[in-house]
């Protein structure tokens, strides 16, 4: 086999050295624009084991009315919602269930309950607690009867986390996840 010559050598040293000092360029201009974006986040306090930063969002929202001042946060088990051809049930089909507080998720936000008055199936809101705490959800069910057009009327709770009851703990015993997820509503905010 006979060697290249020296002038193919050194012209593929040349390309060589051009690709590497592109890919150099590359990565330099990719990390300058990653780190020179705006990324505005806001730090939430929440208990040791829900503690996650919030990315404050740049989407339109519309600000809906808070109608209860209880701090009652009600569970429903996923497993009671039945009819197949629902929005709610190909939700719960594709649903995860986060494993420190049984409550079922799609797209990082939580599963849960309200009445209609807070829009339909499938809408997401973010709502904050009086403790600072950001709940990212969306609306996984529509309370139906024993509710009046907030709340319902058994336990005052405005919200319904999805769960799977069988992951849930101390608050199934309770009925109430005020105890991992302390305080009232303040604020709703549904996302358009």
């Known amino acids: 086999m006979k060697t290249p010559n020296k002038a193919v050598r050194v012209t593929v040293y040349i390309l060589y050295a051009i690709m590497i000092v592109w890919v150099i360029s590359f990565l330099i201009v990719a990390i ?10 806001v730090e ?9 930063i919030v990315e404050v969002k740049q989407e339109r929202y519309e600000l809906m009315e808070v109608c ?8 429903l088990d996923y497993r009671s919602i039945t009819s197949q051809n629902s929005l709610q049930y190909k939700l719960q089909a594709n649903a995860t269930t986060n494993a420190l507080t049984g409550i079922r998720m799609i ?4 599963l849960v309950a309200m009445t209609s008055v807070y829009g339909k199936v499938g809408d997401k809101l973010d709502i904050k ?12 069910d529509i309370k139906g009867s024993g509710h009046d057009d ?8 405005m919200i319904e986390f999805i769960v799977d009851k069988n992951m849930i703990g101390s608050v199934k015993q309770s009925g ?10 303040t604020e709703i905010r549904r996302f358009k």
Not at 177 to 182: C, H, S, T
Request: charged share 25%.
């Open 32 to 41: 300058y624009f990653f780190v020179t974006q705006p990324k505005e986040t």
């Open 68 to 75: 209860s001042s209880d701090p009652f946060k009600a569970w």
């Open 107 to 110: 797209e990082n936000r939580y």
């Open 176 to 185: 109430d996840f005020n105890q991992l997820l302390k305080g009232s509503i």
């Open 150 to 157: 907030c709340s319902s009327n058994r336990d005052g709770s």
């Open 129 to 140: 607690l009086e403790s600072g705490i950001v709940l990212e959800i969306m609306l996984g």
């Open 44 to 52: 939430v306090k929440t208990s040791e084991k829900l503690s996650h």
